[in-house]
């Protein structure tokens, strides 16, 4: 059970945008940047959004992230068939003295 | 080629030791902390550990506190993880991390440890 709620599941058609929520406390999202994962099958974890809300080279625009209080959330537009993934958020936690992922979203474009 | 390439996983009985590496390639690695995060088949993401540059920093997860140690050695442009006391429940593809909250995070590939008797 992780200190990060993440919803098991999102799914969305193409086009629309879709939101995964990240659920912390004051230990970790309120006083920490929060940082997005997308996993594709069989890979290796893919840095999506650091800092909140900081894109890096080469991720598409139609990622975004913001946070507020003790939520974080990634939101996908125009959604494609290639989006269909986990995600997962991290922080940092304070009160454990450690970095912490979500429990992560498994997204599927129908 | 840019990357980091984890060796050392394999089949280990409870109780047992494993050494993880990761080696560093085409990349700049004692400028950035780095970690171990490791992945049971079918679960999500946890983190294990982290070390700053200089390895004067080292945090770890409380399940291994005591029994793993993270250790890298920046003339050989490498990361370790010493994994003592085997449990079942640390069987997971174990993967090492650049910056992993920065534009700079690179991941290598994962290495699978399988603690069973």
């Known amino acids: 059970q992780s200190v990060l709620t993440q919803p098991p599941s999102a799914s969305g058609t193409p086009g629309q945008r879709v939101t995964i929520s990240c659920s912390g406390s004051s230990s970790n999202i309120e006083s920490n940047t929060v940082h997005w994962y997308q996993q594709l099958p069989g890979t290796a974890p893919k840095l999506l959004i650091y800092s909140n809300n900081q894109r890096p080279s080469g991720v598409p625009d139609r990622f975004s992230g913001s946070k507020s209080g003790t939520s974080a959330s990634l939101a996908i537009s125009g959604l494609h068939s290639e989006d269909e993934a986990d995600y997962y958020c991290l922080t940092w936690d304070g009160s454990l003295n450690g970095l912490v992922f979500g429990g992560g979203t498994r997204l599927t474009v129908l | 080629e840019v990357q980091l390439v984890e060796s050392g996983g394999g089949l280990v009985q409870p109780g047992g030791s494993l050494r993880l590496s990761c080696a560093a390639s085409g990349l700049t690695f004692n400028n950035y902390w780095m970690h171990w995060v490791r992945q049971a088949p079918g679960k999500g993401l946890e983190w294990v550990a982290n070390?700053?540059?200089?390895?004067?920093?080292?945090y770890y997860v409380d399940s291994v506190k005591g029994r793993f140690t993270i250790s890298r050695d920046n003339a050989k442009n490498s990361l370790y993880l010493q994994m003592d006391s085997l449990r079942a429940e640390d069987s997971a593809f174990y993967y090492c991390a650049r910056a992993i909250g920065a534009a700079t995070s690179i991941w290598g590939q994962g290495t699978l440890v399988t603690v069973s008797s």
């Open positions: 070390i700053n540059q200089d390895g004067s920093e080292k």
